[in-house]
T-cell receptor
Framework: EAQVTQNPRYLITVTGKKLTVTCSQN?????MSWYRQDPGLGLRQIYY???????DKGDVPEGYKVSRKEKRNFPLILESPSPNQTSLYFC????????????FGPGTRLTVT | AQSVAQPEDQVNVAEGNPLTVKCTYS??????LFWYVQYPNRGLQFLLK??????LVKGSYGFEAEFNKSQTSFHLKKPSALVSDSALYFC?????????????FGDGTTLTVKP
């Protein structure tokens, strides 16, 4: 089944404890992206990657890191999480030629205390 | 800079009535415009897109959207709403001329269809 998977789905952590949210797709998509969803703010793009080893900042990259060493994986790293990073995070992917049609993962709900 | 505005947080319609969810955008180049739907506790699903061509585009589940360049709008429509259409709807834009990788989403509109 073609899909985007994210792990973990739920995470409660404490301020300053490094964490990684994994994202993987099995559709051979070149493009991958991370978003956060907050009430009243919609989806905001954190980082995106047009292909392996190519990453760019979205609208809200502060406090996040990403890497794209393999085509299928695009992990989101929070080196020192803070409470304002409590949010619902979505990973998405698409073919570069069909960049308008993103496939979204199920989401990761992160709480930082 | 690109932006999207969804002026209504909430839209309520009766089942069987037509529905419209509004979206306006701002980009410096030619816009690619999209609508996505999010059902409770789910990720977003692609509904439809406008890239070029006919101003009226058709998508999944009987939805359509009308691109209006002069009004910089891309409203989502459906002739006859179903209770199962109740969900959160997002409009999004990409400026393909300047930065194809960057997506900007609106704040979302909650559609409630009552029986």
């Amino acid at each position: 089944e073609a899909q985007v998977t994210q792990n973990p789905r739920y995470l409660i952590t404490v301020t300053g404890k490094k964490l990684t949210v994994t994202c993987s797709q099995n559709m051979n998509h070149e493009y991958m992206s991370w978003y956060r969803q907050d009430p009243g703010l919609g989806l905001r793009q954190i980082y995106y990657s047009m292909n392996v080893e190519v990453t760019d900042k979205g609208d809200v990259p502060e406090g996040y890191k990403v890497s794209r060493k393999e085509k299928r994986n695009f992990p989101l790293i929070l080196e020192s999480p803070s409470p304002n990073q409590t949010s619902l995070y979505f990973c998405a992917s698409s073919l570069k030629a069909r960049i308008y049609e993103q496939y979204f993962g199920p989401g990761t709900r992160l709480t930082v205390t | 800079a690109q932006s999207v505005a969804q002026p209504e947080d909430q839209v309520n319609v009766a089942e069987g009535n037509p529905l419209t969810v509004k979206c306006t955008y701002s980009v410096s180049g030619n816009p690619y415009l999209f609508w996505y739907v999010q059902y409770p506790n789910r990720g977003l699903q692609f509904l439809l897109k406008y890239i070029t061509g006919d101003n009226l585009v058709k998508g999944s589940y009987g939805f359509e959207a009308e691109f209006n360049k002069s009004q910089t709008s891309f409203h989502l429509k459906k002739p006859s709403a179903l209770v199962s259409d109740s969900a959160l709807y997002f409009c999004a834009v990409r400026d393909m001329a300047t930065n194809a990788g960057k997506s900007t989403f609106g704040d979302g509109t909650t559609l409630t269809v009552k029986p």
